[in-house]
């Protein structure tokens, strides 16, 4: 799975979409579970947050998996909203 992030990080939107339908699964229990928000508000924000820091995430020496995994729980558990700025209340 570390090839398909490589491939991610280089702007494949086919290893892209692999690299979803492999973990969509996870990262949707991981969102459902510990999300402050509306799941599916988690879910785009770590999806986002993979395509656009791919190359940093493969940089981690973590199983890909578990990297992923990790943003979603980030992602899930931050009160910010998308545009990186913490929300009243």
Known sequence: MRATLVSVAAGDVI???????HLA??????????????????MQKTWLFVWVNAATLCLRPSPTRMVILDV???????????????RAG
Not at 15 to 21: E, R, S, V
Not at 29 to 39: A, G, L, N
Not at 74 to 83: G, I, K, L, R, T
């Open 72 to 86: 979603a729980y980030a992602m899930s558990c931050s009160s910010a909203s998308p545009d990186g700025r913490r």
């Open 15 to 21: 290893a892209f979409g692999a690299l979803y339908d």
């Open 25 to 42: 699964l996870a990262t949707y229990t991981v969102c459902r579970v510990w999300s402050r928000q509306p799941f599916d508000v988690a």
